[in-house]
Each structure stands twice: as C-alpha cells, then as structure tokens.
C-alpha cells in the first residue's frame, strides 16, 4: 500500500517535497511518481530502484526535480525545485516491476498506485 503526502500550492520558482510511505510486503521493485494535468494524459515524471541505483526522469523535469528514497522508512521522495506552471497536476506515486523506459513508465497490472496529491504553481 503507498501513501502520498506534502502537495500544495506555491508559486513558479518555488519548492515542494512529495513523500510516498509504502507498507506491507511488497514484490515491486520499482518506485515513482507519474502525473495528470487536467486535460492531458498521465505522464512518467520520476522513478528509481528500491534495490539499485537506477534513476530516472523525464526529459521535462531533469535538473529540476529529485527522486530519492529512506530504505528504514520504506518511503520514496520527489524533491521538486524551480516549479512552473506547467508542472501543475495531480502527482500519483507507483510501484511495479517494470523500468521506465523510453520516456514512459508502465506500472502494469499488478502496480500500486497511492492516492493523487494535489500541485498547484501559479504564475
């Protein structure tokens, strides 16, 4: 089960942290975070390997947002620095057992997903 927390409101340039908490045992090995503006389409944003070193991100948040993880918390985070409007959306964090690859991200059947948290950055 994951657990999403810290979305909110803040203006362009500015700083959220996204944290997903996950409990129970789990098989998955990979974790992240997609997200839905309205009207679009979800989108990969970040994910990495809960037991690897395997990072990625999608070409429209590189060198701005930073995915992360506490192995004694079992929790993923999504550190997200110079904010813009357009990153405005619902952010969902997922496990599954596949890679990103090739700028997308499927979580699969037999993913996770936590509950949506809101970001909003106004202009």
């Known amino acids: 089960q994951l657990q999403a927390s810290g979305g909110g409101q803040v203006q362009a340039g500015g700083s959220l942290r996204l944290s997903c908490a996950a409990s129970?045992?789990?098989?998955?090995?990979?974790f992240g975070w997609l997200r839905q503006a309205p009207g679009r389409e979800r989108e990969f944003v970040a994910a990495l390997k809960w037991k690897a070193n395997n990072i990625y991100y999608a070409d429209s948040v590189k060198g701005r947002f930073t995915i992360s993880r506490d192995n004694s918390k079992n929790t993923v985070y999504l550190q997200m620095n110079s904010l813009k409007p357009e990153d405005t959306a619902v952010y969902y964090c997922?496990?599954?057992?596949?890679?990103?690859?090739?700028?997308?991200?499927?979580?699969?059947?037999?993913?996770?997903w936590g509950q949506g948290t809101l970001v909003t950055v106004s202009s």
């Open positions: 129970g045992r789990t098989f998955h090995s990979t």
């Open positions: 997922a496990a599954g057992t596949q890679s990103p690859y090739g700028g997308s991200w499927h979580v699969g059947p037999r993913g996770s």
